[in-house]
C-alpha cells in the first residue's frame, strides 16, 4: 500500500513542476562567424543554440531578460532606454554567464569577448509598445558570435 501512494504522489508532483524555467535546446543551430558573413542568431527566450566549430562544442542560451526600459513604440522620451540580457555561453563544457545590454553604457556592455569568441547582443524583439505588454516567451534576442 505505501509503495502504491508513493507512486501517485510521485505522478502528482511530476505533473505539478513547472517546466518553463528550464532551458531547452532549439530546432536552430548556432551560427559562429569568422568575420565572413555579419549573420546573427535569434535565439528565444529560455532557449539555447548549438553547434561544433573547429573543435569547440559551443553552446549560447538566452537566460533570462533582467530588463527592458527602451522607450516604447509611439511614446515620446527623453533617452532611448535598454534591454538587458543574461545569456549563458559554453564553450567545452565551460560554462560563463553574461549580462549585455543593447545599449552600450559604462558598466553594461553590449559584446564581449570570452574564451576566443566574441559574443555581440545586437536586438531584442519584440519592441515596447505603449498599449500592449508582452509575454517573456514572446520575445527573441539576436546575437551575434564571432571566432576572435
Request: glycine share 6%.
Amino acid at each position: 500500500m505505501r509503495f502504491v501512494c508513493l507512486v501517485v504522489v510521485s505522478i502528482f508532483c511530476s505533473i505539478g513542476c513547472k517546466k518553463d524555467d528550464k532551458i531547452v535546446p532549439s530546432n536552430g543551430e548556432l551560427i559562429i562567424s569568422a568575420g565572413e558573413t555579419d549573420r546573427s542568431n535569434t535565439i528565444g527566450y529560455k532557449t539555447c543554440l548549438q553547434t561544433a566549430y573547429k573543435g569547440d562544442d559551443i553552446i549560447l542560451c538566452f537566460d533570462s531578460l533582467i530588463e527592458d526600459s527602451r522607450c516604447p513604440v509611439g511614446a515620446v522620451c527623453t533617452w532611448q532606454g535598454r534591454a538587458m540580457v543574461k545569456f549563458s555561453f559554453t564553450v567545452n563544457q565551460d560554462q560563463r554567464p553574461i549580462t549585455l545590454s543593447t545599449f552600450k553604457l559604462p558598466g553594461f556592455p553590449s559584446d564581449t569577448i570570452l574564451m576566443g569568441y566574441k559574443i555581440e547582443f545586437v536586438n531584442l524583439l519584440p519592441y515596447p509598445e505603449i498599449k500592449k505588454s508582452h509575454d517573456l516567451s514572446e520575445y527573441t534576442a539576436d546575437v551575434k558570435v564571432t571566432k576572435q
